[in-house]
C-alpha cells in the first residue's frame, strides 16, 4: 500500500525528520503538533490555554489539507508538560472536538520539542 505526505503551508512546517501527516489507505495520522504560529514558526504567545488552541488549529488545518476536520478523528495522544495544567487543555480541547470524542491519552512528559507545553497528535479515519 502506497502511503501519500500531507504538507499544508497552513501549518507549522515539521521540526524534524518527519512528514506533517502520511496518508494510509483509508486513515490520516497527523505527527505531534507543538503551539507554533505556522507564519513565524514561533510559539503563539499566551497560557497553556492559548498554546492548546494553538495546537489543534494546526491539526485542524493539516486534517483540512487532506479533506477532513474533527469529526473523522478516532484517536488521540495529548503530551502535557505539566499536569496541573489537564483542566485548562481539557476545556480548549473539548471545545475543538465538540459532540465528537475521539479514544485519547493524555500524559505528562518531563520535556517537549522547544520547550513548549503541549503537543497534540491524531488518527482520522477518511
Ligand atoms: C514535534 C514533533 N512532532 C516531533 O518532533 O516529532
Redesign the pocket.
Known amino acids: 500500500m502506497k502511503h501519500q505526505v500531507i504538507h499544508t503551508d497552513n501549518a507549522p512546517k515539521a521540526?524534524?525528520p518527519?512528514s506533517q501527516a502520511v496518508k494510509a489507505g483509508n486513515m490520516l495520522f497527523v505527527?505531534?503538533q507543538?503551539p507554533f504560529v505556522p507564519e513565524t514558526m514561533e510559539i503563539v504567545e499566551g497560557d497553556v490555554k492559548a498554546q492548546t488552541a494553538q495546537s489543534l488549529k494546526n491539526v485542524q488545518a493539516i486534517l483540512a489539507e487532506a479533506g477532513l476536520d474533527f469529526s473523522h478523528v478516532v484517536k488521540s495522544t495529548v503530551f502535557i508538560k505539566d499536569m496541573n495544567e489537564f483542566a485548562q487543555i481539557n476545556e480548549v480541547y473539548a471545545e475543538f472536538f465538540g459532540e465528537n470524542k475521539p479514544a485519547r491519552a493524555c500524559v505528562e512528559v518531563a520535556r517537549l520539542?522547544k520547550d513548549v507545553k503541549v503537543?497534540i497528535?491524531v488518527i482520522a479515519v477518511i
Do not use: A
Open positions: 521540526i524534524g518527519y505527527s505531534g507543538v520539542p503537543e497528535e
